[in-house]
């Protein structure tokens, strides 16, 4: 796979075409795994991972399952590549900072992403536009079976799926949601569903997951127990949460508009006004005017964009990419000039290098 030709498409999961897309950014199922002849990661020598790599990514290529998957030696890559990959949601920085040999292997569609010798042999991770948890669990599902006839899983009758972490054993899952809640950062009211989450052993992550600062209002809701229940117990909890959280998020918006429709779109305007025609720009502002574009969009106080296009822009502006746009290494200050340059010609055609 050529990462380059990445630079010049978006993923699904960008393109805002699916269910409640307006709020769920991307619904994402990841699976935690372990060989059972081999030892875990944080215990195997670099043979042994480079054994585990090419069986797994040999393996995996040729898997008889719909879309199919191009392996990238993570190990060979330098750091802005590694870091692009993580801007792109197909790679955790747990692989991307790793020592020793690791790979991925990337569906083209970039919804489907496995990676080897991470924290365990194999994440494997599906990754949907909007609130569809349901096909993202059948999907991975069925490429969990796949992968399941060609290797032996490390499993316990009584802890299930063995992982480096014992928070991970059982099944092994994470079911995450990525929410967009500007409406109710604005008002002070996210305070509430953070509470009200964590009583209910939920975690509320930032955009990269766990480790990660929210940025740009966007927040990961995902569940931390993954023992004592079954896949589908754990998936329908989430599945429960996320709709309130719209609801409450829509009705704030709602009231916004109805109460204070002015200065709501006076800030929306003003943030548009300067992405538009920033000279320098760092990556947290635009997070943040983004995250205001955005939802002007989905109020329809800003006509002239689609949504699909301000998700492009939140990730294409991230360092990494910027970087890979222009071809170059820059610096954090060369940097803020390249992504006003790349915010003016997305939203006015004005390009000044």
């Known amino acids: ?66 879309p199919q998957l191009y392996s990238l030696d993570v190990g060979d890559l330098n750091e802005v590549d590694r870091q692009f990959l993580v801007e792109r949601q ?24 496995v990676m080897v010798n991470e924290e365990d042999h194999l994440r494997v991770q599906v990754l949907h536009s909007g609130f569809s948890l349901g096909d993202t669990w059948s999907q991975i599902s069925e490429l969990d079976d796949n992968i399941e006839q060609h ?51 939920l975690a509320v992550r930032g955009l990269y997951g766990e480790g990660s600062q ?3 209002d966007f927040y990961q809701v995902s569940n931390q127990v993954t ?22 998020e ?4 709602n009231k916004l508009v109805s109460e204070n429709r002015r200065n709501l779109h006076d800030q929306i305007a003003r943030a548009y006004g300067i992405l538009r025609n920033a000279q320098t720009i760092s990556s947290e502002e635009t997070m943040h005017l983004l995250s205001s574009v955005r939802m002007g969009v989905n ?12 998700n492009e822009m939140l990730i294409q502006t991230q360092p990494a990419h910027l970087q890979k746009l222009r071809g170059e290494d820059l610096q954090s200050a060369e940097r803020n000039v390249a992504r006003a340059s790349y915010l003016r010609e997305r939203l006015t055609g004005d390009f000044t290098g």
């Not at 829509?250 to 918006?253: G, L």
């Open 90 to 113: 197909l790679i955790s920085r747990e692989l991307s900072d790793g020592v020793g040999p690791r790979c991925v292997c990337i569906s083209r569609e970039e919804n489907l992403s």
């Open 250 to 253: 829509r009705r704030v918006r």
């Open 151 to 201: 290797v032996t899983y490390a499993f316990s009758d009584r802890f299930g799926y063995l992982t480096s972490c014992p928070t991970n054993c059982g099944t092994g899952i994470r079911v995450s949601v990525m929410l967009h809640l500007p409406a109710l950062v604005l008002t002070k009211e996210i305070q509430k569903v953070f509470q009200a989450l964590q009583k209910i052993s």
């Open 1 to 66: 796979m050529n990462l380059n030709a990445l630079i010049e498409t978006s993923g699904e999961w960008l393109r805002g075409g699916g269910p409640e897309s307006d709020i769920v950014v991307s619904s994402r199922i990841r699976l935690a795994r372990n060989l059972a002849q081999f030892p875990f990661p944080i215990r195997a020598s670099d043979a042994v991972k480079a054994e585990v790599s090419e069986l797994l990514c040999n393996r995996l290529l040729d898997l008889d399952f719909g």
């Open 299 to 310: 109020l329809g106080l800003i006509d002239e964009l689609e949504m699909a296009t301000v």
């Open 214 to 216: 929210a940025m740009g």
């Open 227 to 248: 023992l004592g229940k079954s896949e589908q117990q754990i998936i329908e909890n989430v599945q429960e949460v996320i709709p309130n959280i719209i609801a409450y």
